[in-house]
T-cell receptor, first 113, second 115 residues
Framework: TQLLEQSPQFLSIQEGENLTVYCNSS?????LQWYRQEPGEGPVLLVT?????EVKKLKRLTFQFGDARKDSSLHITAAQPGDTGLYLC?????????????FGKGTHLIIQP | NAGVTQTPKFRILKIGQSMTLQCTQD?????MYWYRQDPGMGLKLIYY???????DKGEVPNGYNVSRSTTEDFPLRLELAAPSQTSVYFC??????????????FGQGTRLTVV
């Protein structure tokens, strides 16, 4: 079973601060995805990273895939209250979508105005 | 475009009752999944299907059954509800093929309480 460990589990910071959340595994993934989930809703895909060392930017969000494709990070610059939510990382194994995505437990992020 | 639609949104069951959670998608996706999400936890895969007529167990299949008679529909059946099945259930779908990145689209979830 492939496991994804996310840290921190909870994070509450002030508007305007920067933050980084991590997603780590001992397994290699063919791709890794980040989702954001708001209360009462299903997760929504933010980004997919595929290549080791890849960096993708989505406005104030920067995603990085580790060189060995076992870990990833999400960095938010100048956090805003609208960034509040549950951030989930999900790994896709070498078997493609056949086994479904393996999800981490998530990071609960609260941005205080 | 409706995407993935789940019904009902909320349900309370008594121990031992049965029910079916409905899920339908209109994106012609080949893969469909059922996950459960417990408080403070990530998503755990219950069952998945790679196409009509084909289903397989995920990480936590006990107490559940599924069927996939059409591409669009993937219902989840609880036969004898137990308190341990109190959770939020999410259905998802994706198009997965050789060289294609998988993006999962989720429904809004069904919040189930077993009392």
């Amino acid at each position: 079973t492939q496991l994804l460990e996310q840290s921190p589990q909870f994070l509450s910071i002030q508007e305007g601060e920067n933050l980084t959340v991590y997603c780590n595994s001992s397994s290699v993934f063919s791709s890794l995805q980040w989702y954001r989930q708001e209360p009462g809703e299903g997760p929504v895909l933010l980004v997919t990273v595929v290549t080791g060392g890849e960096v993708k930017k989505l406005k104030r969000l920067t995603f990085q895939f580790g060189d060995a494709r076992k870990d990833s990070s999400l960095h938010i610059t100048a956090a805003q209250p609208g960034d509040t939510g549950l951030y989930l990382c999900a790994g896709e194994g070498s078997g493609g979508g056949a086994d479904g995505l393996t999800f981490g437990k998530g990071t609960h992020l609260i941005i205080q105005p | 475009n409706a995407g993935v639609t789940q019904t009902p949104k909320f349900r309370i069951l008594k121990i031992g009752q049965s029910m079916t959670l409905q899920c339908t998608q209109d994106m012609n996706h080949n893969y469909m999944y059922w996950y459960r999400q417990d408080p403070g936890m990530g998503l755990k895969l219950i069952y998945y299907s790679v196409g009509a007529g084909i289903t397989d167990k995920g990480e936590v299949p006990n107490g559940y059954n599924v069927s996939r008679s059409t591409t669009e529909d993937f219902p989840l059946r609880l036969e004898l509800a137990a308190p341990s099945q109190t959770s939020v259930y999410f259905c998802a779908s994706s198009y997965t093929g050789s060289g294609i990145l998988t993006e999962a689209f989720f429904g809004q979830g069904t919040r189930l309480t077993v009392v």
